[in-house]
C-alpha cells in the first residue's frame, strides 16, 4: 500500500489518516527522499540473491528436456538410495503407521468416556457404554507376540543345546549355578515351545 502523500507551497507530507477506531492521525511533514518504514525494501545478502536468481535446471538443459526425462524417471522415493537409506526409510513409515493406530485406539477410547455416564452414588448409568481398548489390530498384535515368544524360547533351546555341547566335549568342567538352572530348563521351554507352535 503505497502512502499517500500531499503537496503544497509549505512542502511535502503525508496526509492525516483515519485509525480503525475512528480517530484521526495528524499530517506529518516530510522531506524528499523521505521512504516509509513499510516501503523500504527489506534487505538481501548476495548470497540470497544469488540462490534466487539460479536456475533449478543445470546450466544449458532445455525445460522441455527435463519435463520428459522426469516423466521417464519411476516415482518411487528409493530409487537411487543406499540401503540403510531405504531401511531408514521403512523404519519411518512403520512408526508412522504406528502413531496413527495408537491416535485410533485414542479416539476410540476417548468416545467411549464421552459417552459414559456417572449417577450420583457413584455407579455407572445402565446406558454407559463399556469401553474397551480392542482393535482389529489386536489380532495381529497378539499373533506378532506370540511370534516374538518362539523366537525367544528358541533362542534360550539354543543356547542350552551349546551349554550341553560345551559340558559334553569338556570344554566346561564346573558348571555354575546358573549354567545348572539354564540345563534344568531344558526340558520346560520345550514343553512351552510345542504348545505355543500348535495353537499358531
Not at 480503525?20 to 492521525?25: E, F, I, K, L, S
Not at 498384535?141 to 559334553?168: P, S
Amino acid at each position: 500500500m503505497a502512502t499517500p502523500y500531499v503537496t503544497d507551497e509549505s512542502g511535502k507530507y503525508i496526509a492525516s489518516t483515519q485509525r480503525p477506531d475512528g480517530t484521526w492521525r495528524k499530517p506529518r511533514r516530510v522531506k524528499d527522499g523521505y521512504v516509509p518504514q513499510e516501503e523500504v525494501p527489506v534487505y538481501e545478502n548476495k548470497y540470497v540473491k544469488f540462490f534466487k536468481s539460479k536456475p533449478d535446471l543445470p546450466p544449458g538443459m532445455n525445460p522441455s528436456e527435463a519435463a520428459t526425462q522426469q516423466q521417464k524417471i519411476p516415482d518411487s522415493e528409493t530409487a537411487g538410495l543406499s540401503k540403510s537409506a531405504k531401511r531408514n526409510m521403512k523404519r519411518k513409515e512403520k512408526r508412522k503407521q504406528q502413531h496413527q493406530d495408537e491416535d485410533a485406539d485414542v479416539e476410540s477410547v476417548t468416545d467411549g468416556v464421552e459417552n459414559m455416564s456417572i449417577s450420583a452414588g457413584g455407579e455407572s448409568e445402565s446406558k454407559t457404554a463399556t469401553v474397551s481398548v480392542s482393535s482389529p489390530d489386536d489380532s495381529s498384535a497378539a499373533a506378532a507376540e506370540k511370534l516374538k515368544k518362539i523366537k525367544n524360547l528358541k533362542k534360550k533351546l539354543r543356547q542350552v543345546e551349546d551349554l550341553q555341547q560345551k559340558v559334553d566335549s569338556g570344554e566346561i568342567k564346573q558348571l555354575t549355578k546358573d549354567q545348572l538352572e539354564k540345563l534344568g530348563r531344558a526340558k520346560f521351554l520345550q514343553e512351552e515351545l510345542r504348545e505355543l507352535e500348535q495353537d499358531s
